[in-house]
């Protein structure tokens, strides 16, 4: 199971890159309708990793991971971009800091895997 979570992140920091990348795309769209197009696309692909987690765990009834982790994984899935397309450095930071909480959170899940 730690190999599952190990890849889960990796396929996550893959997921990250191409958000990076369709950064410059998005900020230099003219409209804000195709800005809000890009973003809904790519929201997807960034919840795919969260998804696959959550489904992972409840599949294999898997007690060792707290619930409290299981809530901070959906409370990820909730935060969106929209409200940050007005300012790319705003964005930026949303973006690393959702970087960082779903590393923590993977981190977390791995670590009550070792306890039990």
């Keep these: 199971m730690q190999?599952?979570?190990e890849v889960e992140k990796e396929l996550y920091a893959r997921t990250v890159?191409?958000?990076?990348?369709?950064?410059?795309i998005i900020f230099n769209c003219k409209k804000e309708a195709d800005k809000i197009f890009i973003l809904?696309?790519?929201?997807?692909?960034?919840?795919i990793q969260?998804?696959?987690?959550?489904q992972f765990v409840a599949?294999?009834?898997?007690e060792q991971i707290s619930q409290?982790?299981?809530?901070?994984?959906?409370?990820?899935?909730?935060k969106n971009y929209y409200?940050?397309?007005?300012?790319?450095?705003?964005?930026?930071?949303?973006?690393?800091?959702?970087?960082?909480?779903y590393n923590s959170l993977i981190f977390k899940m791995?670590?009550?895997?070792m306890k039990k």
């Design 68 to 78: 409290e982790v299981l809530n901070e994984f959906a409370k990820l899935k909730q």
């Design 59 to 62: 599949d294999n009834s898997l």
């Design 40 to 47: 809904r696309w790519i929201d997807n692909l960034i919840d």
């Design 83 to 101: 409200m940050y397309l007005a300012d790319i450095k705003a964005y930026s930071q949303e973006q690393a800091n959702r970087e960082k909480a």
């Design 50 to 54: 969260i998804n696959e987690i959550i």
């Design 110 to 113: 791995r670590k009550g895997l």
């Design 17 to 24: 890159n191409l958000q990076k990348a369709l950064q410059n």
């Design 3 to 5: 190999e599952k979570f």
